[in-house]
């Protein structure tokens, strides 16, 4: 559930993490986003980033074709302080300092996740479709009830 929403000002960063190519067609992004999730956490792929400024967690929405309904990357990772050390099988990426409409959610992951992407697909926001992230507080008490928001890049 969405409890309240800003427009803040982000810095540029630096994420190291693993990615997929999708679509939100036909649910599609819940089946490969869902294994980029079972697969980084059963390997424990986050011992292998290197360079991490901490341990949250992002997944950040980039390269789209389109807007919302046309294929795009997500990149699930950790950010880092350089790009300089990209494991093998791993991607690094940049996300640009822009100016991003700000989610913040109360609820269980991922359902929480799920329903707040509904309601801003449904929404008239102006979006950029540059680089869109969702942030995951590390070591939370319980995951399912992890501190998390969507950052949405607008115009």
């Not at 050390?85 to 300092?97: K, L, N, Q, V």
């Not at 996740?113 to 509904?118: L, P, Y």
């Not at 070591?139 to 009830?145: I, L």
């Amino acid at each position: 559930m969405i409890t309240k929403t800003e427009i803040s000002n982000q810095n540029q960063f630096y994420l190291t993490g693993i990615s997929v190519r999708t679509t939100n067609q036909n649910g599609q992004s819940q089946i490969d986003i869902g294994g980029l999730w079972t697969r980084f956490t059963t390997e424990n792929l986050i011992q292998h980033i290197k360079d991490k400024t901490s341990d949250d967690m992002y997944c950040v929405y980039t390269e789209y074709e389109t807007d919302h309904t046309g294929p795009y990357t997500a990149v699930l990772g950790c950010k880092v302080s350089s790009l300089d050390d990209i494991p093998d099988g791993f991607t690094g990426i940049t996300i640009p300092a822009d100016k991003y409409q700000v989610y913040y959610l109360e609820g269980q992951f991922p359902a929480n996740i799920g329903e707040a992407w509904q309601q801003i697909w449904a929404s008239d926001i102006d979006r950029k479709y540059t680089a869109d992230y969702d942030f995951y507080k590390a070591d939370p008490k319980s995951f399912e009830e992890t501190e998390a928001r969507i950052y949405l890049a607008v115009k």
